[in-house]
Structure formats: C-alpha cells, structure tokens
C-alpha cells in the first residue's frame, strides 16, 4: 500500500467550476502536510501547508483530518492556468523529515 | 522565498558514462539536501537524504556505489550517477532544507532531466 493515495484523475472541469481533491496517508507519525502544485515537466511548487483547524488561501481551501487520516483540497473559480498535478505530501517533523509524495492529481481546466 | 539552483537542467549521455549534477542553495545555508527522482507519469521517489559533512543515507533499493552524493558545503550537494544507463533516464530535483523559526522548509531546485542512450 503507498504512503501517500491519490486519485491520478483527470479531472476535467470547465472554468469558473468548483472541484475537489481528496488524499488518504498511511503513516500515523506524519506531521506536517502540504499540496504542492506541478506543471509538466517542471519541479514541484508548494500551493500551500494544511492545518488541522483548515486554512484558506484565495480560491484555494485546505483540509486536515488526522483521526481520519485525510486531506483535501478545493479549488473554487478554477481558471485555465490552474491545470496541473496536484501533489498531496506528507512529512514527519523529527528524524527523517523528507516529504513522502502521492501520485497527483491531474487537473485540466477546459474554456 | 529561499532560491535553489540545479546544474545541468538537462544532459543526454552514452550508455557507460558518468554524469554530475549539482545542487545548490544560493541565498541560504542548507545542513539538509534531499535527493528525489521522478519518473514519467509517476510520482518523486527520495534517493537519499544528504547531510553537510557526513556520508548520506539511501533509500531502500538505491545503490549508493552507483548514486555517489557528496555535501562538501552548507551550500552544495552534488550527485553523480556512475556507469548510466538508460534505465537511468529520469528527473532527478534535489530540495535543500531550511529551518525558519520552529519549523523546516524545503525548497526544490528546477530539476535534471537525464537521458541516457
């Protein structure tokens, strides 16, 4: 079972609409967690960290359910250059703190 | 936010041959460099994690005579792939870690794209 599961999609969504991204993590001692955004054949780039209370960041909203062992990430008002993998990672705080990424979720935005 | 940069973005070499690519942190001291390898439709896989001054710690299934990480400094971690081959062919990004007040941040490089022929 991977650490890190995601669905790899496509998500094919027309502008303006709201779409949804859910990740599952196996390892109960991961702390920090993050969604970073890549763009073919480009390195990875942080979106943002997700917190257990949730957090917002402009037409991006992060969710933490560590009973669960659940994150999410909505994008609402999608536009064009929002299509790209999204990147569900986890990390552990102490000891061996290299994050651990899912597979992406592909995102392609249509006009 | 914190800069890293990778040197070559790119390299096409023979089947047998040795490849260097370097990492660096240019704004900021990294103790910490994370060696990752991606490839085509799959996610990154960490290598190895690279401590200044010390020998590196692979990953389970990564040989480290073949994968030869050097940190030399707080600033650069280099990594050579010897005797490529085409198996080889990936998008290594190497992230170098800083800590901001109580917590850890990483920070990619652009990646290298070897192919191997």
């Known amino acids: 079972r991977k650490e890190v599961e995601q669905d790899p999609g496509p998500f094919n969504v027309p502008e303006g609409a709201t779409v949804a991204f859910n990740c599952t993590y196996s390892n109960s001692a991961s702390q920090s967690f993050f969604w970073y955004r890549q763009d073919c054949r480009k390195e990875p780039k942080l979106l943002m960290s997700?917190?257990?209370s949730g957090n917002e960041d402009g037409r991006f909203t992060a969710q933490l359910n560590r009973a669960s062992q659940y994150i999410s990430l909505l994008i609402r008002d999608s536009k064009l250059s929002d299509s790209a993998t999204y990147l569900c990672?986890?990390?552990?705080?102490?000891?061996?703190?290299?994050?651990?990424f899912g597979s992406g979720t592909r995102l392609q935005v249509q006009p | 936010g914190a800069v890293v940069s990778q040197h070559p973005s790119r390299v096409i070499c023979k089947s047998g041959t040795s490849v260097k690519i370097e990492c660096r942190s240019l704004?900021?001291?990294?103790?910490?460099m994370f060696w990752y390898r991606q490839f085509p439709k799959k996610s990154l896989m960490l290598m190895a994690t690279s401590n200044e001054g010390s020998k590196a710690t692979y990953e389970q299934g990564v040989e480290k005579d073949k994968f030869l990480i050097n940190h030399a400094s707080l600033t650069l971690s280099t990594l050579t792939v010897t005797s490529a081959h085409p198996e080889d062919s990936s998008f290594y990004i190497c992230s170098a870690e800083t800590r901001q007040r109580s917590s850890y941040e990483q920070y990619f490089g652009p990646g290298t794209r070897l192919t191997v022929t």
């Open positions: 704004d900021f001291q990294a103790t910490t």
């Open positions: 997700v917190y257990s």
């Open positions: 990672v986890v990390r552990r705080d102490t000891g061996r703190r290299a994050l651990t």
